[in-house]
């Protein structure tokens, strides 16, 4: 049987702020499956739905779009059990969503299944959107997309500018206007170019928006705190399989995905869509499609590079995930029975599980 590569239940850290019996006692149970991708949380979301009563909740950003399946690794209905499902499938591709937008959605989801007396189980790979659910967000001023465009305007004259003086050829790639802006940042927040990758052009956007809408650097207003979620006990769960089967299991997803038709999957998004600024098509798999729809990769070097991508995603998410307080890791799949076994009995442990675990 997999062996659980961390302390026992009764010191897990409460990442609101708690810790031991006392913390457990804070509020209705939630759960937060955390792992990297294809590691089997869907699997184990549902069989702790099934066994404690639970309805589950998404937190995959790409998830969230109708006509995107393969390609996001979203369990088909009938793969589902009967287990309710929230936050799958609610947008349309254009849609924008910030992460703030997320938190109030979540939010207003793990409400309804509180009030069914059901336990709210998180499930998902995109870790910013479950850390400002749990910790919050501080109170930053509406996007405004004509501020963007202006900014991003800025950034492609100054490239080009910059590549002709240096000699060079006009930029065709994000991350040198990304650069261009992070400098810009770095003048106005330095503490906060400090924390974001020049080539993040989405943070640092975020940023500037920031600063120059409140006309005060982001770090000041962060120092102002966040509001977490409150009136639950957050119990996380994290798989921690084995890197090499990990691997070896990304490998065979993505053949599958592009087998099972991803490409034609993406294909039809770029129909109904237009394609041009359609956040879900720059996902995994769904970038390497278009680009063997555009003639610029063959079948083969498209299913190749899309593994590439998803082994390093997977580095990525756990990267972030491992920096989260309070996790129960536990090594192995989630679709082992046996790893499935281990976390029914670490909560059946729990007083807030005993009535649902017997």
């Known amino acids: 049987m997999p062996a659980v590569v961390s302390r026992p239940p009764h010191s897990v850290v409460d990442p609101l702020g708690g810790k031991g019996p006392a913390a457990r006692t804070a509020g209705a149970p939630l759960l937060a499956i955390l792992g990297p991708t294809a590691s089997g949380k869907s699997a184990l979301a549902i069989e702790l739905a099934l066994r404690l ?3 589950i909740v998404n937190y995959d950003s790409v998830q969230l779009y109708r006509g995107f399946d393969m ?8 793969d589902r059990r009967g287990v309710p499902h929230h936050l799958l499938d609610v947008l349309d591709p254009e849609q924008v969503f910030t992460a703030g937008d997320y938190r109030r959605a979540a939010s207003q989801a793990i409400d309804s299944i509180r009030q069914r007396m059901h336990v709210p189980i998180l499930v998902g790979g995109t870790g910013f959107y ?3 659910l749990l910790v919050g967000l501080f109170e930053g001023p509406a996007r405004s997309e004509s501020l963007r465009a202006r900014l991003d305007a800025l950034a492609e004259r100054r490239a080009s500018l910059r590549a002709r003086a240096g000699g060079g050829r006009h930029p065709d790639s994000e991350a040198a206007r990304a650069a261009v802006l992070h400098r810009l940042l770095a003048r106005l927040d330095s503490a906060t170019a400090a924390r974001i990758h020049p080539h993040d052009r989405q943070k640092t956007l975020r940023a500037l928006e920031v600063c120059l809408l409140t006309r005060q650097p982001m770090s000041r207003m962060l120092e102002h705190g966040r509001e977490g ?3 639950f006990d957050v119990i996380k769960v994290g798989l921690h399989p084995d890197r090499a089967h990990l691997h070896e299991r ?3 997803r993505v053949e599958k995905m592009f087998a099972a038709g991803l490409v034609d999957e993406t ?3 770029r129909e109904r869509s237009g394609g041009s600024g359609v956040k879900p098509l720059e996902a995994l798999g769904y970038r390497q499609a278009w680009s063997f729809l555009e003639g ?12 590439a991508a998803t082994r390093q995603y997977a580095k990525r998410q756990m990267t972030w995930f491992r920096r989260e307080p309070g996790v129960e890791w536990f090594a192995g799949f989630g679709d082992d029975p046996g790893v499935q076994q281990q976390v029914l ?3 059946s442990s729990r007083r807030d599980f005993n009535h649902a675990h017997a």
């Open 53 to 55: 009563g639970g309805e």
């Open 71 to 78: 390609g996001a690794g979203k369990l088909p209905a009938e």
């Open 130 to 132: 479950l850390r400002a």
């Open 229 to 231: 979620l409150a009136g």
């Open 250 to 252: 990304i490998n065979r």
């Open 267 to 269: 294909r039809a998004a």
């Open 296 to 307: 610029a990769i063959g079948l083969e070097e498209a299913v190749r590079q899309t593994q």
């Open 345 to 347: 009995d670490r909560l």
